[in-house]
């Protein structure tokens, strides 16, 4: 009896200790894959290996890049219009500035309507996975949002912090580390786009200008560590590919004037073929 009173004694102390853990894994390292996990905040979210994208204009707007220092195996930032930049990100205003939550498209799933992020990755040939630790998503109505403080437990994804902003998704937290598994070679070279992450619309809030998103890759926590190159958020336009399952809401202005463009052609079509009914 002894002996199990110890036991049982043991077991709540280690229950009591901070426990530290993945919660769940999203592996994307094959074509047409995706996975649906549950954020630390902001509930359910969505992440698919993406079709690579063409390069023209109206495809990829980027936000954010976060680039990887001389022999570091991980790297980290957020977007802003502040200068100077915090952690890894790039400092030129054409790759890291600030977003309006009005560039993020919304996109109808199964009849949820979520916000839509996409990323680019750069990795190896020789070693090309890479593994996705933390997204935090704020929002803010200030451009020149920056002072963020970090905290970072050992087996951790870092967490981030700001004042006067919002912060409406955390995908790691609480004891618990998602990852996501990027795969590099499954797409051909910088800026086709390597995975797209889909956060509920229900969490932004109209009334405030500004998103801000961090993220952090590679090691530590994560197994597979950043070996070449920078990682690139960016918004998808209304010439990117999507998957019928997909659908932007609203409509972008070309896709409506397309359409409308289609209409007036069958309607000319139909008229035209009735009066050559009506002449024969």
């Known amino acids: 009896m002894r002996l199990r009173n ?61 680039e990887r220092t001389q022999n570091a195996q991980s790297s980290m930032g957020y977007n802003t219009d502040a200068r100077p930049v915090q952690y890894d990100a790039n400092s030129s205003p054409t790759f890291t500035r600030n977003l309006l939550l009005t560039e993020v498209f919304k996109v109808n799933i199964g009849g949820v309507l979520y916000r839509e992020f996409a990323l680019d990755i750069n990795q ?77 619309d229900a969490l932004f809030n109209s009334s405030m200008t500004y998103v801000t998103l961090f993220s952090q890759f590679g090691t530590p926590p994560g197994t597979n560590d950043n070996n070449d190159g920078y990682e690139e958020w960016s918004v998808l336009g209304p010439n990117a590919i999507r998957p019928p399952d997909r659908v932007v809401v609203p409509a972008p202005a070309g896709v409506v004037l397309f359409g409308m463009g289609a209409l007036l052609t069958a309607g000319f079509r139909l008229r035209r073929n009735r009066k050559a009914s009506v002449a024969i």
């Open 6 to 66: 110890w036991l049982l004694a043991g077991a709540v102390a280690l229950l009591a200790l901070p426990g530290v853990g993945k919660a769940e894994t999203i592996n994307l390292t094959t074509h047409g894959s995706f996975g649906v996990a549950n954020g630390a905040i902001g509930g359910q979210y969505r992440a698919y290996q993406m079709d690579e994208q063409p390069t023209g204009s109206g495809v990829i707007d980027s936000f954010v890049r976060i």
């Open 124 to 200: 190896t040939g020789s070693d090309p996975l890479l593994i996705l630790n933390q997204v935090q998503i704020f929002q803010t109505n200030n451009a020149n949002l920056t002072g963020a403080t970090v905290s970072q437990s050992v087996g951790e994804a870092p967490i981030i912090s700001f004042s006067g902003a919002n912060e409406v998704f955390r995908m790691s937290g609480n004891g618990l580390r998602d990852e996501i598994i990027m795969d590099y070679s499954l797409n051909h070279g910088s800026g086709s786009g390597d995975m797209v992450m889909y956060v509920a």
